[in-house]
T-cell receptor, first 114, second 112 residues
Framework: DAGVIQSPRHEVTEMGQEVTLRCKPISGHNSLFWYRQTMMRGLELLIYFNNNVPIDDSGMPEDRFSAKMPNASFSTLKIQPSEPRDSAVYFC????????????FGPGTRLTVT | AQRVTQPEKLLSVFKGAPVELKCNYSYSGSPELFWYVQYSRQRLQLLLRHISRESIKGFTADLNKGETSFHLKKPFAQEEDSAMYYCALSNAGGTSYGKLTFGQGTILTVHP
C-alpha cells in the first residue's frame, strides 16, 4: 500500500478563493482524520469520520471549512472563502478502528493564502 | 475530558547526552499512549506505543499511571534525532473511533 495519499502537496492561493484538499486513506481503514498544523497552535484535529460518517466536527474553525467523505477511499476538506490565517499544513490520517489505534499520516498539504 | 501536556516546546541537547521529553496526561479511563515523530517537513510517523513496550531507535517510554506520565527517553542522543515529537493519547475502546489527543509537541535539537 502506498500509504495515505494527499493532494496537492503545495497550494498557493489568493484570499477569497476556494481551496479543496484531497485525501485517499489506506485501503481497508475505517476512520479518517483531518488535522491542521501551525507553529502557534501545533496539531489541531479538525474533523474525523468513521465508516464515511462524520463523527465530530467540533474542531472545524468556522463555517468556511467543510469536509466530506463520499466513499471509503476519498475525502475532501474545502475552505471557501480562504483567508491568510488559514495558511498551515493540513494532514490527513487514517486508522483501522477496532483493531488498532495507530494513525497513519499522509505527507500533508502546505497551504499558503496570500 | 482528556488532555495531553508537553511542557517543553523546545529542547536542546548535545550529541551523546541523555534526553528526556516530558509528557503528562489527564484521563479517567484506560488510556493508550503513543509517541509520534515528525522529521523536518515530513509526515508524522509512529515512534512507539506503550502497549508494545519496545525500543525504537534507542528511545523508550514507560507509562506511569501514578504520575500520569509517559516520558520519552534516550540515553545517548544523536543528531538525526532532531525532530518534532508529539505525545498522544487514545481512550482504549469507547466510542471515539480511534481519535487521538495530541500534545503541543516538543522540538528536539541535538547539537554536534
Amino acid at each position: 500500500d502506498a500509504g495515505v495519499i494527499q493532494s496537492p502537496r503545495h497550494e498557493v492561493t489568493e484570499m477569497g478563493q476556494e481551496v479543496t484538499l484531497r485525501c485517499k486513506p489506506i485501503s481497508g481503514h475505517n476512520s479518517l482524520f483531518w488535522y491542521r498544523q501551525t507553529m502557534m497552535r501545533g496539531l489541531e484535529l479538525l474533523i474525523y469520520f468513521n465508516n464515511n460518517v462524520p463523527i465530530d466536527d467540533s474542531g472545524m474553525p468556522e463555517d468556511r471549512f467543510s469536509a466530506k467523505m463520499p466513499n471509503a477511499s476519498f475525502s475532501t476538506l474545502k475552505i471557501q472563502p480562504s483567508e491568510p490565517r488559514d495558511s498551515a499544513v493540513y494532514f490527513c490520517a487514517s486508522s483501522l478502528w477496532g483493531t488498532s489505534y495507530e494513525q497513519y499520516f499522509g505527507p500533508g498539504t502546505r497551504l499558503t493564502v496570500t | 475530558a482528556q488532555r495531553v501536556t508537553q511542557p517543553e516546546k523546545l529542547l536542546s541537547v548535545f550529541k551523546g547526552a541523555p534526553v528526556e521529553l516530558k509528557c503528562n496526561y489527564s484521563y479517567s479511563g484506560s488510556p493508550e499512549l503513543f509517541w509520534y515523530v515528525q522529521y523536518s517537513r515530513q509526515r508524522l510517523q509512529l515512534l512507539l506505543r506503550h502497549i508494545s513496550r519496545e525500543s525504537i531507535k534507542g528511545f523508550t517510554a514507560d507509562l506511569n499511571k501514578g504520575e500520569t506520565s509517559f516520558h520519552l527517553k534516550k540515553p545517548f542522543a544523536q543528531e538525526e534525532d532532531s525532530a518534532m515529537y508529539y505525545c498522544a493519547l487514545s481512550n482504549a475502546g469507547g466510542t471515539s473511533y480511534g481519535k487521538l489527543t495530541f500534545g503541543q509537541g516538543t522540538i528536539l535539537t541535538v547539537h554536534p
